[in-house]
């Protein structure tokens, strides 16, 4: 099992600044797999970026490419996500996820465990 705690929403103007913190307890070793996925009201929950417990490469959904920073610090057990030049569309419930048996980190549907998710409100 392991637990997954987010913290570092809030609220930005668009063209702000936000990072987001996901520490996975509770769990020896550390998962496969860590992602962050978003939910707004009436949408389906996207995965927008995913990244490896081991290795270099990183997964992102088009629409934060270029913006969206993933990263890790493996001693911690913890996953960022570092979102710069937000959007107002960028909005959401954000949900840090995480595998612990699939390395398939860019498949989204391999996540199983969630954490509670911290709210990104981005203003024009």
């Known amino acids: 099992q392991v637990q997954l705690v987010e913290s570092g929403g809030g609220s930005v103007q668009a063209g702000g600044t936000l990072r987001l913190s996901c520490a996975a307890t509770?769990?020896?070793?550390?998962?496969?797999?860590m992602g962050w996925f978003r939910q707004s009201p009436g949408k389906e929950r996207e995965g927008v970026a995913a990244?490896?417990?081991?290795?270099?490469?990183?997964w992102y959904a088009d629409s934060v490419k270029g913006r969206f920073t993933i990263s890790r610090d493996n001693a911690n057990k913890t996953v960022y996500l570092l979102m710069s030049s937000l959007k107002p569309e960028d909005t959401a419930m954000y949900y840090c996820a995480a595998t612990l048996t699939s390395w398939r980190c860019g498949d989204w549907s391999e996540y199983n465990y969630w954490g509670q998710g911290t709210q990104v409100v981005v203003s024009s």
């Open positions: 509770e769990y020896t070793g550390g998962p496969n797999c």
């Open positions: 990244i490896p417990r081991v290795g270099i490469s990183t």
